[in-house]
């Protein structure tokens, strides 16, 4: 079965950056999308980007651009995510989730979603 | 930009059917896939339905999805009401850049 598993708790000062993993399981991790959100308490949930694992393209939403960088290592089926410059609205679970179709495709539908990790911000 | 609004919270007793629109801001919500997730309190989501109107496996056939072109909305309804169904339910669609757009979020009490 899909398990996305993903790394623990961090407190982190504002300016930092912070690196989160994903590791994947249950699927060939080449073959789908990874893409990443994030949900700062009370909130709803917002779109971060998508990483292609096969071939290490990205694609960030605009808030994003020049503060996250999402990479993988194909060889322990891992996805990362790291943000940098971090303030403290950047205080949130993030969440990686496995796009549900194969290949390279159009959009983000998500199928599979990791247990999330609690980012803290603050001084 | 693209925006997709959902209704803050509705409510409903155990065995009725409820349903939750999820309208999109512009062009027309037919043109990309519709999903909706559940999120129980303390946990992560879930994918309830899947373009427009598919359920993953594991997902009871109370749920389910639709697009009503003429008034550019989705919507989720839930039938058989159970307690268990309490949550917020989030739909997610994309724009025509392909990046991910959420609705708010509704919060479904089952009274």
């Known amino acids: 079965q899909v398990q996305l598993v993903q790394s623990g708790a961090e407190v982190k000062k504002p300016g930092a950056s912070v690196k989160v993993s994903c590791k994947a399981s249950g699927y060939t991790f080449t073959g789908y999308y990874m893409h990443w959100l994030r949900q700062a308490p009370g909130q709803g949930l917002e779109w971060m980007g998508w990483i292609n694992p096969n071939s290490g393209g990205t694609n960030y939403a605009q808030k994003f651009q020049g503060r996250v960088t999402m990479t993988r290592d194909t060889s322990i089926s891992t996805a990362y995510m790291e943000l940098s410059r971090l303030r403290s609205d950047d205080t949130a679970v993030y969440y990686c989730?496995?796009?549900?179709?194969?290949?390279?495709?159009?959009?983000?539908?998500?199928?599979?979603w990791g247990q999330g990790t609690l980012v803290t911000v603050s001084s | 930009n693209f925006m997709l609004t959902q209704p803050h919270s509705v409510s409903e007793s155990p065995g009725k059917t409820v349903t939750i629109s999820c309208t999109g801001s512009s062009g027309s919500i037919a043109s990309n896939y519709v999903q909706w997730y559940q999120q129980r309190p303390g946990s992560a989501p879930t994918t309830v339905i899947y373009e427009d109107n598919q359920r993953p496996s594991g997902v009871p056939d109370r749920f389910s999805g639709s697009i009503d072109s003429s008034s550019n909305s989705a919507s989720l309804t839930i039938s058989g009401l159970k307690t268990e169904d309490e949550a917020d339910y989030y739909c997610q669609s994309y724009d025509s850049s392909n990046l991910g757009v959420f609705g708010g979020g509704t919060k479904l009490t089952v009274l």
């Open positions: 989730a496995r796009d549900h179709r194969a290949g390279m495709v159009r959009g983000v539908i998500i199928h599979y």
